[in-house]
């Protein structure tokens, strides 16, 4: 056993609580708080532990998640390091303050407990609130375990504040199955944390300054003076930050590796990949189950692995095509919609790597796991199988059609 | 791999159960993981939730379809709701009832049931029919998957104090205590 080990510390929580573990080890001056289901335990136990002195920071018990996000701005313009979470009907209350975050470039961690979207109405798990934002400019980080999101909370700061990057990050983990889910899962060393995190990183150049008073969101734009090239400017600074996080994610995840000798694919997971024929793509929570049917799969002699895709904004390009060119056919499992395509947001970017790079292969789209519908060893066989006959339908496969 | 169905009605703490289970599995060396079935519950509603128990690591986060062990805390969820559907052959069930096994409505296969009076146990000892720690020592004396031991450990560490500590103490071990266990397979 090595020192590290020994001095392990292990937790038995659900995934609501290990992101609440991993932010108080992040040491957030503000925390702002609207509860929504699945999302309520983790904003309870962050208030908890601040109530009880664990955690210190100042909690914002707003009215709503407009005003949460709202608050969290002026929090972090005054140089604070900031969290919260939502989920489903409250990611889209917040929308408005949302889509200005990465373009005043604030560092900020918020856990999307993602959640089906109404109507009809649901309160179960699903991708469909986090996908209806993935064209914001925030980073998105999905986790597979209870273990990731403790651990992806951390890193998140730690990629939201590179100065190359001042950019807001989303950890997502799956309403349910990975907010109720119940593990046990290593809670690190707070010293290590600091350590690994270091001084908290603030962006002065929006920053407010009395000394040096200036408009931190001015309006720009238009089709005349500065307005068009300062817009552009505003924009192109935003996507050369998305752009250069691919490389920051994957640093940061190396440390924290390196730190404590847990090892999460930063980008895109390849699982028996090396000598596959076939593989399933996978968001999140489904892909432990995925893991264990390619296993069994593999052990009846079928040459089958999975693509984990971890960062989806922004979508890691140059590493899917690096798996994808591993195989000759490929099914992606969509845990929501995309009604412009009638496919998922995930099989389109797919598609978009194949085409990119003049990949050939055929590609299957699946829908499954909507509003809390379990995917199971078997739904995944069965999408196994339809990528093996290479026929692609004329619309997605819809894998919980008849359960 | 054992796969572990939990049955009660809201408001009787099955979702705390499970997770009291999971600490003490744990704390025992067994990779675990409880994954309950969470909607709008409300006080009386059945619930139920899942969870898988193995020596090596589990990477399925998924529900459970064919239970090798069902644990139900109510006596009468079983009406409302099929608790045997899916269930293993040669499983086992611990249920709260009044030890007469004959009313249970047994499927074929069930090889084992400890039944356990945990609503008087309960009541005697919250005045209230508050069952799942009396049914966690039900578990344990029935399955031998986890002990008594370290359920006690896990409700010490757990959110409990003072008088509620003491309560729940004695109730998981009087559950472990006043438990029948019928061996169907010997008894045929």
Not at chain 1, 143 to 172: F, R, S, W
Not at chain 1, 367 to 391: C, M, P, S
Not at chain 2, 21 to 33: I, T
Not at chain 2, 163 to 182: F, I, W
């Amino acid at each position: 056993m090595t020192a590290l080990a020994k001095h392990k510390k292990m937790i038995v929580v659900d995934g609501n609580e290990a992101a609440a573990r991993g932010v108080a080890l992040a040491r957030p001056d503000v925390v702002a708080v609207y509860p929504i289901t699945p999302q309520s335990s983790l904003v309870e136990a962050l208030s908890a532990m601040i109530a009880g002195g664990e955690l210190d920071a100042e909690l914002m018990n707003v009215e709503g998640e407009h005003s949460v996000l709202s608050a969290l701005q002026g929090a972090a313009l005054a140089g604070a390091r900031t969290y919260t979470a939502t989920s489903g009907p409250g990611l889209a209350f917040m929308f408005e303050p949302y889509i200005r975050q990465p373009g005043m470039r604030l560092p900020m961690v918020m856990s999307l407990v993602t959640r089906d979207t109404l109507t009809p109405q649901c309160v179960w798990g699903g991708h469909q609130d986090a996908m209806l934002v993935r064209e914001v400019g925030w980073i998105h980080m999905y986790c597979e375990t209870v273990q990731e999101i403790l651990d992806t909370v951390i890193m998140g700061y730690k990629v939201a504040e590179h100065p190359e990057i001042m950019l807001p990050v989303n950890v997502n983990h799956d309403g349910n199955y990975l907010s109720y889910g119940v593990t046990s899962c290593e809670l690190p060393d707070q010293a290590l944390v600091d350590d690994f995190l270091g001084p908290k990183s603030v962006n002065w150049h929006v920053a407010l300054d009395p000394e040096r008073p200036m408009g931190v969101d001015p309006l720009v734009g238009n089709a005349g003076g500065v307005g068009p090239s300062m817009f552009v400017r505003y924009r192109k600074g935003q996507t050369e930050a998305m752009a250069h996080s691919l490389e920051v994610i994957s640093e940061v995840h190396a440390d924290w590796a390196k730190r404590t000798g847990r090892h999460h694919a930063p980008l895109i997971e390849e699982y028996r990949l090396d000598d596959a024929e076939l593989a399933l793509v996978t968001l999140g929570s489904m892909t432990g189950a995925a893991k264990d049917c390619c296993d069994m799969l593999r052990d009846s002699g079928r040459k089958v692995g999975i693509i984990k895709v971890k960062t989806f904004r922004p979508f890691p390009a140059l590493a899917m095509r690096n798996a994808l060119s591993k195989v000759k056919a490929v099914g992606v499992v969509d845990r929501s919609v995309s009604y412009g395509w009638n496919s998922g947001p995930v099989y389109q970017d797919t598609l978009t790597v194949i085409g990119k790079f003049g990949l050939k292969l055929p590609a299957i789209p699946f829908i499954a796991g909507l509003a809390g519908a379990d995917i199971t060893v078997a739904h995944f066989e069965r999408a196994f199988d339809l990528v093996a006959k290479g026929e692609a339908p004329p619309g997605p496969v819809w894998l919980n059609e008849k359960d | 791999m054992t796969e572990i169905r939990i049955h009660g009605r809201g408001g009787q703490g099955a979702v705390l159960a499970s997770g009291l289970l999971a600490q003490a599995m744990a704390d025992e060396g067994r990779h675990v993981v409880a994954i309950p079935s969470f909607g709008f519950e409300r006080r009386g509603a059945p619930v139920a939730c899942f969870m898988r128990t193995d020596s090596k690591p589990i990477r399925a986060m998924t529900n459970i379809y064919h239970p090798d062990i069902i644990l139900c805390i109510d006596p009468t969820v079983a009406k409302v709701v099929n608790i045997f559907q899916g269930m293993s052959e040669g499983g086992i069930l611990v249920q709260a009832g009044k030890g007469e096994i004959e009313k249970l409505n047994l499927p074929p296969g069930v090889a084992k049931v400890g039944l356990c009076d945990a609503v008087a146990i309960a009541l005697s000892i919250f005045k209230r029919p508050i069952t799942n720690t009396v049914m966690l020592g039900a578990f344990a004396r029935t399955t031998g998957l986890v002990s008594l031991e370290s359920l006690k450990s896990a409700i010490e560490d757990g959110e409990f104090r003072d008088a509620g500590l003491k309560q729940n103490l004695e109730a998981v071990e009087r559950g472990y205590h006043e438990t029948n266990v019928h061996d169907l397979r010997v008894a045929a």
